[in-house]
């Protein structure tokens, strides 16, 4: 098991810092730029929190846990050693670990919010390295959070990031605009969660072109003209769902009569 040193305080550090502990490796100091979310982690780790004065501990690996934008200024700031330095961003190139000689990427393809620990072993990980020692390191050290662990080089990296982005955060984002306009109505939003979670589970079971419903699968032109109707204070949404349907129409052997233009 590895000696690893954490650095940042956020969602991911949160979540990794739990799953690292389950199969033994040890955290040898949390690190990071806000003295209360330092203290904060540690003590839910129950791991040292360093202060902005320490040397950093001896480590095996260099966990970089931080926004994106930043990995490079906190990479720079690190004094080079043996360690194997690690990012977890699905965006992010391993040139950002630069000057590290062993640069390795560990990026968890999961929408990590605030609340209980992850489980990890159901977590597919990303992994990639600049270097045979980087690579095996990072390997080991996903085999031993995960049972789904995958290699793939920036640039696919990056197809599975906006694939991602496609199929998780527009169909929240969406959910949370449709829930808004039930609520501007009066209408519990409420009523939409059980078929969205229902929904998830179904895709995950039988593939999304499968479980896909509703009236642009079937071709229900009538039924379509009547939501665009309904959807007339809301520009924006109106203009998303004609889009929408369209695709589904079209990929589904309908006539899309024309909604892009709408
Ligand atoms: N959340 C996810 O679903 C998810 C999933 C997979 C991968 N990732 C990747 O994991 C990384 C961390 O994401 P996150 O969700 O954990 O972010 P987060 O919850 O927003 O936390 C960001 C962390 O970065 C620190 N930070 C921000 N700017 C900094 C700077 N200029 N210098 C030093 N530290 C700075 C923050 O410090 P403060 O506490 O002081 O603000 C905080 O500790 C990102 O690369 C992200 O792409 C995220």
């Known amino acids: 098991m590895s000696k690893i040193l954490l650095i940042g305080t956020g969602r991911v550090a949160f979540h990794l810092g739990h799953a690292l502990k389950r199969p033994g490796h040890e955290i040898v100091g949390i690190a990071g730029r806000t003295v209360d979310h330092v203290r904060d982690l540690a003590n839910k780790l129950g791991a040292p929190g360093l202060s902005r004065n320490d040397t950093l501990p001896q480590a095996d690996i260099i966990l970089i846990a931080v926004s994106d934008d930043a990995i490079a200024d906190v990479s720079m700031n690190i004094p080079i050693s043996d360690a194997v330095v690690i990012h977890t961003s699905g965006a992010s190139d391993l040139d950002r670990l630069l000057p590290h000689p062993d640069r390795a990427v560990l990026w968890p393809v999961m929408s990590l919010s605030p609340g209980e620990p992850m489980d990890f072993e159901r977590v597919p ?118 889009r929408l349907s369209s695709m589904i129409l079209r990929a589904y052997g309908h006539p899309d009569h024309g909604y892009t233009d709408v």
């Open 125 to 242: 990980l990303v992994i990639d390295a600049n270097t045979e020692r980087a690579h095996q390191v990072v390997k080991d050290l996903a085999d031993s959070l995960s049972g789904h662990v995958l290699q793939l080089d920036h640039a696919q990296r990056e197809l599975v990031h906006a694939a991602a982005a496609i199929s998780l955060n527009f169909p929240m984002h969406l959910l949370a605009r449709a829930q808004e306009l039930l609520g501007n109505h009066g209408i519990d939003p409420s009523v939409l969660a059980p078929s969205f979670v229902a929904m998830a589970q179904k895709a995950s079971a039988i593939g999304a072109s499968e479980a896909l419903t509703g009236p642009a699968r079937r071709g229900d032109i009538g039924t379509i003209h009547h939501h665009l109707d309904r959807l007339t204070e809301d520009a924006e949404l109106r203009a998303a769902y004609a």
